[in-house]
């Protein structure tokens, strides 16, 4: 079932945009560079390289945190955008206090929203992508942003962790691995704040970045070493499922 199959565009967006204007991200926590998810991590990977002097946008900028990584970094110029009010409110306050300027929009990615095209040098996101209703059209509006040869890395839930629960201690497949149906889940023991999303195969990510005219020039799902050995005391399910298959995936594309 691709993108649009039992799914409207604007009750998802809703739905999404109340749960980043209520909870933000005190639930989820937030996912910040270097940090791309689950034990990866860019001092490791060094995907970005040297940014000094750079054109950086941020889709699903949230409350800011990678933007000032990339900032205090030298880069010339920060670009955020976020469907939610809030996450932007809270992104322009966190680099005004760190003396950042920055260009915030809140708007749908999925959606124009007065971005400039052929503009950056990097387009990136950590953990927001998958919320995208449309992820060709996303990643199609992605590559007008950047210049030719321009760069963009994403990361995002490795879909098989998705399938997979820990039960009594042995990994189960609780879900297909094919299924994109698109769902809703409360995302707190209240059962409150909903959040709707798809899992996308790794394959639908993929052949969607090879229709906006991409090339894949890394992907990474190995967890760093060295933040897993940090979490070696960690005995939660979530460290278990680490050591034995994927949490999260990133990709690095070149606009071509
Ligand atoms: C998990 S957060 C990732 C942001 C940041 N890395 C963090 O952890 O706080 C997801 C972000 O994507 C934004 N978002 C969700 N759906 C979106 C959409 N369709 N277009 C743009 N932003 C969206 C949310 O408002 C939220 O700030």
């Not at 926590?29 to 490791?44: D, N």
């Not at 950086?56 to 110029?77: D, F, P, T, V």
């Not at 394959?203 to 991409?214: E, H, R």
Request: aromatic content about 10%.
């Amino acid at each position: 079932m691709g993108d649009g199959a039992g799914m409207d565009k604007n009750t998802v967006h809703k739905t999404n945009r109340f749960y980043w204007n209520t909870k933000g991200n005190d639930h989820l926590g937030a996912i910040v560079l270097p940090l791309y998810g689950a034990f990866v991590s860019e001092e490791k990977c060094q995907l970005f390289g040297d940014v000094s002097g750079k054109k950086m946008l941020e889709i699903g900028c949230g409350n800011g945190q990678s933007l000032q990584y990339q900032g205090e970094r030298k880069a010339a110029e920060l670009w955020g955008m976020d469907i939610s009010e809030k996450q932007i409110e809270k992104a322009t306050q966190h680099l005004t206090s760190c003396d950042l300027s920055a260009r915030l929009i809140c708007s749908p990615m999925e959606e124009e929203c007065g971005i400039p095209e052929d503009y950056f040098d990097f387009v990136y996101s950590i953990y927001a992508i998958g919320w995208t209703t449309d992820l060709e059209g996303t990643f199609c509006r992605i590559a007008s942003y950047l210049k030719k040869d321009g760069v963009f890395i994403f990361s995002w839930s490795h879909p098989i962790h998705k399938c997979v629960a820990l039960e009594n201690n042995s990994l189960v497949f609780n879900k297909s691995y094919f299924d994109e149906s698109w769902y809703s889940v409360p995302l707190d023991l209240s059962g409150e704040g909903l959040l709707t999303l798809s899992d996308r195969k790794l394959s639908t990510f993929v052949n969607a970045l090879a229709k906006a005219g991409f090339v894949i020039e890394q992907m990474v799902e190995q967890p760093d070493d060295e933040l897993m050995l940090s979490r070696d005391e960690d005995t939660s399910d979530f460290a278990k499922k680490a050591k034995m298959l994927p949490l999260t995936f990133v990709i690095k594309a070149r606009k071509r």
